[in-house]
């Protein structure tokens, strides 16, 4: 069937902040679909409230509209724009969940916009899980199974309370708690206690929109798999790829490590799942597009049943995509507008169609990213509630080499088995014992199990199911890695064989200490000339020729590498999104490919995260899926430059490193010493400005002014220095990322004890101990600098919150909002004095503190940062594009006469009338829970937490901060009560705003202490007691916890312990209600403003294309 | 991991593979092809249109699920030698029966290991599938070499008799019995009268040099052509078995080989393709709904209709034959290969692939369906005018 002719417009729905549960994989699905619509002549609009997404750069849509992704906003887009159709399939969750919205509120109907890729019915089906369960049973009986009832775990769906708790008196514990239409599994978990049932099941009925929660018979340590699906029009449907969970079930999907293809299947079952998934698929009616369906098996008498299933591409299409080379959002863009799977070319092979079903000759591990050290207090044994923040995946040709590699793709502490010593002390009944709670790196436990003496059966059982087969792969690592211990010497024939099983030089050095670390194991390997070998993803298993370079390493044969005479240019991407780093520094990669292959370099891409656009075959000349690591890294780029030279060619004429994060960056001395040519910012000039003393000897010959600071190994050191200083502090280790570990203390008894929990101090690793400069304006700045010392600022954005709380956590504006012309001098002229004192070639972030007038410098880094992406969507300027070309040898002046840059002024001379952008992060408070199941702590400070980020923007501030609060949260109140409990020194500040949100309307309550103070400010409000104070009727917990307050203004004391830890039960009960929670002054005058604006009712949307179209005319 | 005895794998062109003993240590030969399938290794073994292959398997894990009872397609795996990178050290099913090199060893099937299997695959398809040795007990490649090209080559290779039943023997109907099926067993998989058979069919399974009178003498209502192993062109007395019962109007269905001695009835030619089709994955379009199946492959041989080969489209269009009318009724997306042919004045068709699957999708399974719709419409035909 030939594609449909009606279609000429489509709105395509994105899926807005990353979220735990909902990451970039809808910003890779999202830029293929725009992209394959638009070369079918479509037009296309876009909503999509992520500035960080490479969908939203403007020129993947005709009219892009950074907006929240709310029923309110996409109906505004929707009157502007008036499109055929709304595509929201590849949207993830939030897409599919606001055009239900619209759906139900007839505002589909009202304007004639047609739904495709699944039609609501379908939606309902795969979603209501009564209807499911009952397509399931349909299906069973199409088939003929013997008991299509049986199909499904038996289950029940309850609406309260007392049907939840009739329910577990027929199943019995444990059962598992679904709650209907959230993300991710979000409050969805196992009880095994009544305890645990009134907690799991209470929260699931109010974290489901349609309070609607799913009782079922624990299929607890059954076999997991996906399947992962595509149907077209014509009923076509194939199988693009099955994914196997190691965890068994009970850990979410997301939070398992996962294996594809299917490793413990026989051909009979694999066909039965199979048969099943396509039949459901049918009775669900999912018109086109891919999908996903979960399984359980049990291992012990083989009985199925099918878990649940998405209407839409996911987490796991994402996966499935690069783990097969068939990309399936650009393949459902494509059936949903008409065409059918026959009618489409394999992208890969050219020649033969998309109706096929992939075949590998690799094994793909996926293993996710955790987080739980920024959560403290948060339980981390791993549950059907997702956790993880990213996810690495590793191709190789067997299970134990994909495995190894992802292991050492995660950059924790432990790179791969054996990297870091046995905690001391274990023993395998520790071991065993630990191995029955899911958790974190569970696979080091059962390697550490295996290798204590525990039998696979052993670990099979402790494991909760772990299958055999797995155990025996890493029962097989440790026979090799005790024929390498134990080796005389590391000969040539074993050293293969320990890397075709995967490990890492860094591994075998740990076993083997006379090779004199990694290094030495290198030049060994390399003597014996054992090098990898890049194969590549074909879809085909090698029976079709390959067109594209999709390349993964193995110890094998022959290589595949095609010579290639061109200059070429490896960027190394920044591996599993975590806090702190995350999407922003992918966007920056895939702008460095685009800006380098139009400028006419052979671009080669390094990354090993699964969710981006970085590592879409599609996006770079090459792609390498491998580890980010020294050796991994080393070995690809000896492999392109040698290639490229025997081609004739240069090789590789540069590695950029700047535009990954710390991940690449941290890299670049070795591979320099190793004679990779790193190009941009030299290593050297990085150490300038990440090494403290270094750092202030810069500052110093420019005479810029940064806060007193001292180093300190013990706690008498560090007071010393704070006393000299003047409290407050800031302390931190000094080595961090994302602030990690970084605190602010008020005074002895906090330092004291922040010096006592510091377990890694030491000479080597002491604390930074600096002035905390309190109440200052914190400014963070974005700017390139070329070889002729030449800058351009690239943005400057005023922080909301003050200084204290992590850029990457706090809202900012951009233009600046406050800051004085004068200010805007300064803040040039010190940052050009940094770009030069350094170094800088390419793109430099730097942050400022304002306080009493007076500039400071708080940091320097001088590598793409989060902010990149915003400040290029918010100035119209693509800034990592121009790093890349800076990095290879452009100037400014050369960038600017091409119209990279502008030809005159930069981020610095914003026109007054150019539109507001604000940015506001997105937290994951929601999804941690205590050990004793309470919420945990929002407060924000030094260490970054949030997942992700959202843009506002509009043509003033108040307009622009409503739209980010919307975005990121769902909107700001416009009526209801305000709960306010701040801290003293806050009470001042508070009054203001306190009293228009009373003029607005709004009923105030307060505790004690801020209530007197309103109402000596003529300000009525109700007076309510603390959580701790005794008293009848609700307190200030319970009335939020209640659902009774729409908005809550807390902010933190500086010291003591009461109330402290009141604001710490007022703030997680507001996460749990899932209310807006402000913990700033300055957030909640903005708040005020972003109120207003909602109730005026005057919100507007405007696309990108003409916001740029204004602030371009102005430059 | 742990080290095994060495292995050579030497093809007939002199490229040769290093690796390491996998099943029985010893020496094989055979002509060299690859599976692309990620499942059913154990149907592939004991599927008898590989007598006298070596197959490569290109999913890298082989034998993770051990040895399940009811998984054989035949009485014995039928493989000349086995070629896998990875192989399983233990077996992991709750239907599993022992381990699968076990059974590799018990039966004689040499095998290597740790091959650079891609590589290899690779090789095969830029090539063409060749001959190949296998040994873990010579690691001279010259002389292996030498062997290798001795070796029988498959163009000209008749194996029907090698791989057929002895003695006839009968399957029958599952429930209510329908229809009567004579199947002439040219290497058939055990799942082709299992299919027939949850549609009321008996089957009778008869030996490869059976006649037609010998076929119909079991009172069956339709013949069924099996796959099996070899070059087609030399099959000629089942070819001519097959005229006859197209003279005899006696409903026919063919499967694989089966369907190239259909072809040759009708006066098509059959071809061997360069590296074939083995896998199941392959998309094939029935021309007559307009949808794609994903099918099971297993042929190195193919029918050529007047306009198919080379990846030419073929063109859909009644062709005349001594027969009357054919249509290429399936093709393969992939390559454009002919992959099922329909009698249009004649009760008869057949398709290249395998719609028993197993191992593989059971997208085709319809195809049983038809079978009993065609022999249905006869009988009830033949019925009327007899009254």
């Known amino acids: ?1115 | 991991m742990v080290k095994r005895r060495p292995a050579i794998l030497v093809l007939e062109d002199g490229r040769t593979f290093p690796g390491e003993a996998y099943g029985s240590v010893g020496e094989t030969f055979g002509e060299a092809v690859f599976n692309t399938g990620m499942t059913g290794y154990q149907e592939t073994l004991t599927d008898p249109s590989y007598h006298r292959q070596v197959v490569v398997q290109t999913a890298p894990h082989i034998g993770n699920t051990g040895v399940n009872g009811e998984d054989d397609e035949s009485g014995r795996i039928w493989v000349a030698g086995y070629v896998v990178r990875d192989p399983a050290r233990i077996g992991s099913n709750w239907r599993a029966t022992g381990g699968l090199e076990d059974r590799l060893a018990t039966e004689g099937v040499v095998g290597i290991s740790g091959v650079d299997t891609r590589a290899l695959t690779r090789h095969l398809r830029e090539r063409g599938a060749m001959r190949v040795g296998i040994s873990s007990i010579d690691n001279d490649p010259q002389s292996l070499l030498a062997r290798v090209r001795q070796a029988p080559q498959m163009v000209g290779a008749d194996l029907s008799a090698e791989v057929s039943t002895a003695e006839p023997y009968v399957v029958e109907a599952l429930g209510e019995h329908r229809f009567t099926v004579a199947a002439l067993d040219l290497g058939i998989k055990r799942n082709v009268p299992r299919r027939l058979a949850t549609r009321g069919v008996t089957t009778h399974v008869l030996p490869a040099s059976s006649s037609i009178d010998q076929m119909l003498a079991t009172g069956a209502d339709a013949i069924f052509l099996s796959p099996g192993p070899g070059d087609p062109a030399t099959a000629d007395a089942p070819v001519e078995l097959a005229r006859e019962a197209l003279r005899r109007e006696v409903p026919l269905f063919g499967i694989c080989f089966g369907s190239q001695i259909l072809g040759r009835a009708l006066g098509f030619g059959t071809y061997k393709l360069g590296y074939g089709h083995r896998g199941i994955n392959q998309p094939v379009l029935d021309r007559v709904t307009g949808k794609v199946e994903v099918t099971s492959h297993n042929h190195g041989f193919a029918v050529q209709v007047p306009g198919s080969g080379d990846g030419a489209v073929v063109p859909d269009q009644v062709i005349d034959t001594d027969f009357g009318g054919v249509r290429v009724s399936h093709v393969c997306l992939n390559d454009n290969v002919v992959e099922g042919l329909r009698a249009v004045d004649l009760p008869a068709f057949t398709v290249q692939y395998h719609p028993e699957a197993a191992a593989g999708p059971h997208d085709a399974d319809y195809l049983f369906d038809r079978f009993a719709e065609l022999i249905e419409g006869r009988t009830h035909s033949k019925g009327r005018s007899n009254a």
């Open chain 1, 1 to 1115: 069937m030939p594609k449909r002719t009606d279609l000429k417009h489509i709105l395509v729905i994105g899926s807005g902040p990353i979220v735990i549960g909902q990451a970039c994989e809808f910003d890779y699905s999202g830029t293929q679909a725009c992209r394959v619509l638009r070369s079918e002549g479509i037009r296309v609009s876009l909503v999509n409230s992520n500035p960080a997404t490479i969908m939203t750069d403007p020129e993947f849509a005709d009219a892009t509209y950074v907006e929240p992704i709310t029923p309110e906003f996409v109906e505004l887009v929707i009157a502007k724009e008036r499109p055929d159709a709304i595509l929201a399939t590849l949207g993830g969750q939030t897409a599919l969940n606001t055009a239900v919205a619209l759906h139900e509120a007839g505002v589909l109907e009202k304007y004639g916009v047609e739904l495709i890729g699944a039609n609501i019915d379908a939606i309902n089906r795969g979603e209501d899980r009564q209807l499911f369960k009952e397509i399931v049973a349909k299906a069973g009986v199409r088939l003929g199974v013997d008991d299509p009832a049986g199909l499904v775990p038996r289950s029940r769906v309850c609406h309260s309370m007392d049907e939840v708790e009739a329910t577990v008196a027929e199943l019995g514990l444990p059962v598992v708690i679904r709650p209907s239409f959230t993300m991710g599994g979000l409050g969805s978990g196992m009880a095994h206690t009544p305890e645990d049932l009134a907690r799991i099941a209470g929260d699931g009925l109010s974290a489901s929109p349609v309070h609607e929660v799913l009782i079922e018979e624990s299929v607890l340590g059954w076999k997991e798999y996906e399947l992962e699906l595509m149907r077209d029009r014509h009923d076509n449907v194939v199988v693009v790829c099955s994914i196997e969970n190691i965890d068994p079930m009970g850990v979410h999907t997301g939070d398992s490590v996962t294996v594809a293809p299917a490793m413990t299947l026989t051909d009979r079952e694999y066909q039965r799942l199979r048969d099943l998934g396509i039949a459901v698929l049918r009775e669900v009616g999912v018109d086109t597009g891919g999908c996903n369906i979960q399984f359980a098996v049990n291992p012990v008498d083989g009985r199925i049943v099918v878990i649940e299933m998405n209407p839409r591409v996911s987490r796991s299409s994402a996966l499935a995509s690069k783990a097969t080379g068939f990309p399936i959002a650009k393949i459902a863009a494509k059936l949903a507008i008409g065409y059918t799977l026959d009618e489409i070319p394999n992208d890969i092979t050219l020649k033969t169609p998309a109706a096929f079903e992939p075949t590998l000759d690799y094994v793909v591990v996926k293993i996710p990213r955790f987080a739980f050290e920024k959560f403290p207090g948060a339980d981390p044994e791993l549950t059907t509630t997702m956790k993880s923040v990213g996810e690495a995946m590793s191709l190789g040709r067997n299970f134990t080499e994909a495995l190894n590699k992802a292991m050492r793709s995660m950059e924790t502490k432990s790179a791969g088995f054996w990297s870091v010593p046995d905690p001391a002390g274990v023993t395998l009944a520790d071991t065993l014992a630990a191995l029955r709670i899911p958790h974190d790196g569970r696979l080091y436990t059962v390697e550490r199990a295996l290798r204590l003496g525990a039998s696979i059966a052993e670990v099979a059982e402790a494991s909760g199911g772990i299958d055999p087969w797995f155990l025996d792969q890493i029962a097989a690592l440790i026979e090799l890695r005790t024929e390498i211990v134990d080796a005389p010497v590391l000969d040539a024939d074993l050293l293969r064989r320990a890397k075709r099983a995967g490990l890492s030089d860094r591994q075998l050095a740990a076993l083997r200490p006379e090779l004199a670390a990694e290094d030495g194991v290198r030049t060994l390997r390399h003597r014996l000339d054992v090098r990898p070998v890049y194969k590549t993803v074909d879809t085909c298993a090698a029976e079709f020729e390959a067109t594209t370079p999709y390349h993964y390493s193995t110890y094998d044969l022959e290589s595949e590498v095609v010579p290639s005479d061109r200059p070429k240019v490896l960027i190394l991407g920044s591996g599993p999104n975590r806090i702190g780093q995350g999407i922003e520094f992918d966007y920056s990669c895939v702008h460095a490919v685009q800006a380098l292959r139009s400028a006419g370099y052979e671009t080669v891409m390094v990354n090993c995260n699964p969710e981006t656009v970085s590592t879409d075959y599609d996006t770079a000349d090459r792609l390498y899926f491998e580890p980010l690591t020294f050796e991994d890294v080393l070995e690809v780029w000896h492999a392109e430059d040698s290639s490229g030279r025997a081609a004739g060619g240069p090789g590789v004429v540069g590695v950029v490193v700047q535009l990954g994060g710390q991940t690449p960056l941290g890299l670049a001395q070795r591979l320099k010493n190793a004679g990779v040519p790193i190009v941009g910012t030299s290593p050297e000039s990085i150490h300038l400005a990440e090494e403290r003393g270094a750092f202030g000897a810069v500052l110093a010959r420019a005479g810029l002014r940064a806060p007193a600071h001292g180093m300190a190994t013990s706690y008498d050191e560090a007071k010393t220095i704070a006393d000299e200083i003047g409290y407050p502090v800031l302390v931190r280790p000094s080595y961090v990322l994302g602030g990690r570990g970084m605190e602010i203390v008020y005074d002895d008894p906090t330092l004291r004890d922040y010096i006592g929990r510091a377990t890694d101090i030491s000479p080597d690793h002491p604390v930074l101990v600096d002035r905390f400069l309190d109440d200052a304006i914190e400014i963070d700045v974005d700017a390139l600098c070329d070889a002729d010392g030449e800058v351009y600022i690239g943005g400057v954005m005023e922080h909301i919150e003050e200084a204290g709380i992590h850029s990457g956590d706090s809202s900012c504006a951009l233009p600046p909002i406050t800051l004085a012309g004068s200010h805007l001098v300064e803040v040039r002229r010190y940052t050009e004095a940094i770009a030069r004192g350094v170094g800088v070639r390419g793109l430099l972030n730097v942050q400022y503190a304002l306080k009493d007038d007076v500039l400071y410098v708080l940091e320097a880094n001088p590598r793409a940062s989060r902010t990149v992406p915003f400040v290029s969507k918010a100035t119209a300027v693509p800034l990592a594009k121009a790093a890349a070309r800076i990095a290879l040898g452009a100037s400014i002046a050369e960038l600017r006469a091409e119209g990279l840059l502008p030809a005159t002024g930069d981020g610095g001379t914003m026109p007054a009338d150019a539109p507001v952008a604000v940015k506001e992060a997105v937290l994951p408070f929601k999804r941690f829970r205590t050990r004793a199941g309470k919420g945990i702590d929002s407060l924000l400070g030094p260490e970054m937490k949030s997942t992700g980020e959202v843009m506002g923007i509009d043509t003033n501030f108040g307009h622009a901060f409503a739209k980010s609060q919307s975005a990121a949260y769902g909107s700001l109140p416009t009526a209801g009560k305000i709960f306010v409990s701040v801290a003293n020194r806050d009470k001042r500040g508070m009054i203001f705003p306190i009293k228009r949100l009373a003029d607005l309307g709004f009923e105030i309550v307060a505790t004690a202490g801020t209530a007197e103070v309103l109402r000596r400010h003529g300000i009525a409000c109700e007076q309510i007691r603390k959580h701790y104070q005794a008293g009848a009727g609700d307190d200030a917990v319970s009335l939020i916890g209640g659902g009774h307050v729409a908005l809550v203004i807390n902010t933190p004391q500086g010291s003591g312990a009461s109330a402290r830890s009141d604001g710490y039960e007022i703030r997680s009960a507001a996460v749990t209600a899932d209310i807006p929670c402000i913990t700033t002054v300055p957030g909640a005058a903005a708040a005020v403003m972003g109120i207003e604006a909602r109730i005026r009712g005057d919100m507007q949307v405007r696309p990108l294309q003409d916001l740029h179209a204004i602030l371009r005319a102005a430059q």
